[in-house]
């Protein structure tokens, strides 16, 4: 059964248009995170949420925006796409920040975006 | 910085044995991860080490020496279903995660 669960699998935007993805969680876990993730290169942490409190990273484009209305959802919304966006965006759930004593992250199967 | 470094890509043969290395640089050291991916899949939890030593899984089993910044996943007995990208990720003093690009497995029969 998934229990992160992003839609959609595969999202085709036009350049500039506003689009959203959406994950959902069963784990009821604290945190969540969205990555971008490009062919053969690391994730790149955009932002998480501890519950309510929302971090974004220093170097995250203030394209990148993020909802989290309650404890299963979390959405990242891309205000104005633009080609160097296209990528997989993964979302990803942990019980607690501290991610020490080998506590893993839980991902979903990722939202392939592409820009047209 | 802050760095993890993996092969970009290995090939191995069905049934044989296979040694993807990591070294890392972090700000502190809170441990390590390993996760597989397979080609447009999320990334799932293998193995973690925060201990020097081997952890041992099945199959699969990780090494860690933390004075020397260097880890590796050990496969055994591949199959064709673990062709797929291998991610080192080291938890830095602020737990936060570095991540390695990955390196891709392809396994041959």
């Known amino acids: 059964d998934a229990m992160v669960i992003q839609n959609p699998r595969y999202q085709v935007t036009q350049f500039g248009k506003p689009v959203t993805l959406s994950c959902s969680q069963t784990?009821?876990?604290?945190?969540m995170y969205w990555y971008q993730q490009k062919s053969s290169q690391a994730p790149k942490l955009l932002f998480h949420?501890?519950?309510?409190?929302?971090?974004n990273e220093a170097d995250t484009p203030d394209n990148f925006q993020s909802r989290r209305p309650n404890t299963s959802f979390c959405f990242l919304d891309i205000r104005s796409p633009g080609l160097g966006d296209a990528a997989m965006y993964l979302c990803?759930?942990?019980?607690?920040?501290?991610?020490?004593?080998?506590?893993?992250?839980?991902f979903g199967d990722g939202t392939r975006l592409s820009i047209l | 910085g802050q760095n993890i470094d993996q092969p970009t890509e290995m090939t191995a043969t069905e049934g044989a044995i296979v040694q993807i290395n990591c070294t890392y640089q972090?700000?502190?050291?809170?441990?390590l991860f390993w996760y597989q991916q397979h080609a447009g899949e999320a990334p799932t939890f293998l193995s973690y080490n925060v201990l020097d030593g081997l952890e041992e899984k099945g199959r699969f089993s990780s090494f860690l020496s933390r004075s020397k910044g260097y880890s590796y996943l050990l496969l055994k007995e591949l199959q064709m279903k673990d062709s797929a990208s291998y991610l080192c990720a080291g938890l830095d003093s602020n737990y936060q995660l570095i991540w390695g690009a990955g390196t891709k497995l392809i396994i041959k029969p």
């Open positions: 990803a759930t942990s019980r607690d920040l501290n991610l020490g004593g080998g506590q893993p992250q839980h």
């Open positions: 949420y501890y519950d309510k409190d929302f971090n």
């Open positions: 784990l009821n876990h604290n945190v």
């Open positions: 972090t700000s502190g050291f809170n441990g």
